[in-house]
């Protein structure tokens, strides 16, 4: 099957600042994506999602921006606490609910 | 409340031996899922269970044996475990099948050392 991937595997941050995930996909027919956290030892945590008709969608501190022209999705983090500091996968549910490989992000005191 | 729980949390066994994870979801969602997840944190689905039916079988060895008593339990017996296996094993459930766009619920995750 056609699968979902990620960019970078780690990325450290300063607390207070903001954090770029980054995941590429390959299945063109994909509507739909989460994003997951997966805090240490513990299963993988819904944070957001967004359908393929839309192009940006915003929550509390994080903001997931789809580009389906060249199949990239990005998860955005403003003010990164230590709290955030986990693995993020981007998911996708209508594919067997492939995952991509994950990025861990380590946020700085 | 949990929403899906497995137990054990942490199995440690020899080579050889039989082993059951079980799990078990109270949110009444009719899909139910086993990943694998590896040393690199990579997440592979194993199986898929809708309604006690299988709809999913990822090329695993046939020495893992999903078992669906109800739609509320999903527990995964190995056989003949051997050192490869040694993983975190991860139920998760969603309200739809795996082709439906809704998010998954995991449980804590099981994590299984083989010796």
């Known amino acids: 099957g056609e699968s979902v991937g990620l960019h970078l595997p780690t990325l450290s941050v300063q607390e207070g600042d903001n954090s770029i995930i980054n995941c590429a996909y390959s299945n063109s027919a994909s509507d739909y994506f989460i994003w997951y956290k997966q805090e240490s030892g513990k299963g993988p945590q819904f944070i957001i999602d967004i359908r393929s008709n839309m192009d940006k969608r915003q929550g509390q501190r994080v903001t997931v921006l789809l580009n389906k022209t060249v199949k990239h999705l990005s998860l955005q983090i403003a003010a990164t606490q230590p709290g955030d500091s986990a693995v993020y996968f981007c998911?996708?549910?209508?594919?067997?609910?492939?995952f991509g490989g994950g990025t861990r992000l380590m946020v700085k005191p | 409340d949990t929403a899906v729980s497995q137990t054990p949390k942490y199995l440690v066994t020899q080579m050889g031996n039989d082993k059951s994870i079980k799990c078990e979801q109270n949110l009444g969602h009719d899909t139910m899922y086993w990943y694998k997840q590896d040393s690199k944190k990579f997440l592979k689905i194993m199986f898929s269970?809708?309604?006690?039916?299988?709809?999913i079988n990822e090329t695993v060895p046939n020495r893992f044996s999903p078992k669906s008593p109800d739609k509320a339990h999903l527990n995964l017996h190995i056989n003949s475990l051997e050192l490869g296996d040694s993983a975190v094993y991860f139920c998760?459930?969603?309200?739809?099948?795996?082709?439906?766009?809704?998010?998954?619920?995991f449980g804590q995750g099981t994590r299984l050392t083989v010796v």
């Open positions: 998911a996708e549910p209508g594919n067997m609910l492939t």
């Open positions: 269970y809708n309604n006690k039916e299988l709809i």
């Open positions: 998760a459930s969603s309200q739809a099948g795996y082709r439906m766009n809704t998010e998954a619920f």
